[in-house]
Every structure is written in C-alpha cells, then in structure tokens.
C-alpha cells in the first residue's frame, strides 16, 4: 500500500480531518485552516514552502494519515486487557454526571463537561483544550480553552460540524502548564502521535478524553437544517443565528436553531441524522479504523441499547472505559468524589450499545484492499487489531464493503 509524501497529497486523496495539527506543527504563517466551501469542511491551506523537517513532522503525526494503538506499558499497565473493537480497556462503567442540570445541558448523561469540571477544579490541571460553538457564528465550531467551570459550561453539548480542535496545540503547550484534551478519537491519535515529537506532551497533557464518534457532517446539511426547519434566509440564514446546537438539552434533546429574535427552529436528532434527506460527511471518515478512541485515557459514548435512541429523555446515559492507569485514577477519583454516579459493568456493554462501532471497524479491511487494489495513496493503521476484527465477519460482509468502496471511488468522493 502507498501512503502520502507530503500534506497536500494527504488533501487532495481525501485523507484529511480538518484537525489542525499541521497548522500548529507548521505555523499559521505556512500553514493555516480554511474552509472550502461549499460542502463546508476545513482544510489546510499551504501559505509557504514547508521545509523538510516540518514536513516530515506533519506526515508521522497526522490522525488521518497515521494511527497506532500499540498499547505502552508505560501507561497501560499490567492490568489492561484488549478486545479487538474497542481496544484496550482497564474498566468500564455505565453512569452520568451527578449534576441534575449538567446531565441536561449536556448532550448525553454529561459525562465530559463533569470530568472536564472536575479536572479543573481538584487541580489536576490548569486548563482544558476542546471545542465550542463560535460565539459570531454559531453554527461552526473553533478550538476553546477552559479554565473556569462557567468556561466549560459555555462549550457543553456535542458539535457534529467540522472544527479544528489541534490548530493550537504547540501554543498551548508553549503555556508550560498541564492540561488536558477533549476530542474525538482522530484528535487524540493526533496528540498520541506528536508526543513522539515534542516530549512536553508527555509532561503537560495529564489527561486524553474523548467520545466514541459516528464521525461529523459538512456544514451544508447543517444549512439544509435550516431550509427544512422554515428558518428565516433558509439554507442561507447562517447570519441570522443566535444559537446553533447539535443536540443536548435532554437526550438526544433536539438538532436546535435560533434566530436573532429569540425563535427557536427545532428538528428532531432523529429526523436529522437519520431522515430521508441523508448528509455528506468527508471521505476519510469511511475508513476510521478507531472510532473510539484506543489510545485515549477515558473514552465515554452513549448507552442507547441498540446503539440508537428511541425516545428523548430529560438526561441520558453514558458508558465509560478506562484505557490506562492514568485514566483508571482519574475515573476513580471523580467517582469518589461524587462527580459522576455509575454502576460497573464489563466490556460486552459496548457491543450492546455501541454495535455500529464494531461492524464499522470489521470493515475497515476490506475498504483498504478496494483503495489499495485502485492504486488509491492509504493510510498507514497500526497495532489496532484488524485483522482479529474482520475475521469476526463473513466473506459476504467483506465483499459488500469492497463493492461498495469500489463505487465510492469510481465516483472521486475520494478526491479533494
């Protein structure tokens, strides 16, 4: 399999995730995100020449061109175990956030906003790096700091739309300060694979969170949200917003607009995810081989029996694994502390709650072969268990995955 050469060959074969890492690495004076628009989607944009180190640098820690989930003893300990679609775990819990009103707020039972909170306030860490809403332009999301609880609150509730969570990480570890990261599991790969680069990762990130991703929509079927929904300007409305959320206020609580006048356009997260209209996503997404996040501390996903919901509720639920020790104290600690309220359970909650998450990485090989055998540029997946994965599925399974990339590719969604 051939792999990319350089960052624009990782664009332009549709491997990019829109993270920002390369921006940070780089500099934004040589490398700054932008949006490429229409579908909506971030995407670097090489502003000078790229000397050979910076280059290199980029293409060994890049998520979407690398990933490697060779568990470290360093880390992991001797109490990890592995299961072959979810990786390493040292425990997993079923539970929420204690906090009746962050467990609302929130987009799930509020797993994230509690740990966040809670790492902030026992000292554990200075500061938090995710995401949030952009306070101009609500609909898209930007990279955020936390370092007060009403910060963290300020960026509660998922953001499904593209961001680039990375595009200051060598800034913030300039800051000198420990902190921790909330991404999706490509974000955390990216810090994972920078930190054999930059030893201060190892001595400042005291903490890796993230949740088990479905992967995230281009901004035009958040516009086309819009449209459906009567909003006024319609898919072109954007300036009219004073409020955009994904999901949250209950579980999965409403895709949500509103206008500058108060209005409030709601449309069911079902209706928004799963309706006839359909969404566009980016190609890379279709061969995530870690949908939930193995090389983080604490992965946390949502608890629907069946791996959808069936009805709104006012807070909802969320699963947990502790990957390594330091993950496994730090969930310790908020439970005792009486952050979260959960019950122990074992790792064949996730198959039950999580099933999606499995048969998308069964398939992963298959989809490389069909890229592979079109003289496709691949990424490069290491130590993730995948070929103990797929041998969990029949010859039809794979057969239907390599049709199917097949036809992806005769079609250029590939191609950027």
Not at 39 to 65: K, N
Not at 322 to 340: F, N
Request: proline share 6%; charged share 25%; hydrophobic share 35%.
């Amino acid at each position: 399999m051939r792999h990319p050469r350089s960052l624009s060959e990782i664009v332009e074969n549709g491997l990019c995730l829109g993270c920002g890492l390369c921006q940070a690495i780089a500099g934004r004076d040589k490398v700054a995100m932008g949006w490429v628009d229409p579908p909506g989607r971030l995407r670097p944009v090489i502003r000078q020449h790229l000397d050979e180190t910076s280059e290199r640098t980029i293409l060994e820690a890049c998520p979407g061109m690398r990933l490697d989930g060779a568990p470290d003893p360093r880390r992991h300990g001797d109490t990890v175990a592995v299961d072959p679609a979810f990786g390493p775990f040292i425990r997993v819990w079923k539970g929420h956030a204690r906090d009746p009103s962050i467990r609302h707020l929130a987009s799930s039972g509020g797993a994230l906003t509690a740990l966040a909170i809670h790492l902030l306030e026992s000292g554990a860490v200075d500061f938090i790096s995710h995401v949030r809403a952009d306070e101009n332009r609500p609909m898209r999301s930007r990279s955020h700091v936390s370092r007060t609880r009403d910060d963290v609150l300020a960026a509660a509730g998922s953001r499904y739309g593209p961001v680039a969570p990375l595009d200051r990480f060598t800034e913030l570890l300039d800051e000198g300060r420990p902190f921790a990261v909330i991404g999706k599991p490509c974000d955390i790969s990216g810090v994972h694979n920078f930190a054999r680069h930059d030893s201060r990762v190892g001595e400042l990130v005291h903490a890796t969170l993230a949740f088990s991703c479905g992967t995230f929509a281009d901004l035009d079927s958040s516009r086309q949200m819009l449209e459906r929904v009567g909003f006024p300007g319609g898919a072109r409305g954007e300036e009219n917003l004073s409020l955009f959320r994904y999901r949250g206020y209950g579980c999965p609580g409403p895709t949500r607009a509103v206008d500058r006048e108060g209005k409030v356009h709601d449309e069911d997260y079902l209706d928004f995810w799963y309706g006839p209209q359909g969404w566009t996503f980016q190609f890379r997404c279709r061969i995530c081989a870690d949908p939930t996040g193995e090389t983080t501390d604490v992965t946390v996903a949502d608890a629907w029996p069946g791996g959808a919901p069936e009805v709104n509720e006012h807070g909802g639920w969320n699963t947990f694994i502790s990957r390594t020790e330091r993950g496994d104290v730090l969930m310790q600690e908020a439970i005792d502390a009486g952050v979260l309220v959960v019950e122990e359970q074992d790792i064949s909650l996730m198959h039950e709650v999580q099933p999606h998450q499995v048969e998308k990485k069964q398939a992963i090989n298959a989809r490389l072969e069909a890229m592979a055998e079109d003289g496709c540029v691949v990424p490069d997946f290491r130590n993730l268990n995948l070929d103990d994965v797929a041998a969990q599925r029949e010859h039809v399974f794979h057969r239907t995955n390599r049709d199917g990339m097949r036809e992806r590719l005769s079609r250029g969604l590939n191609r950027e």
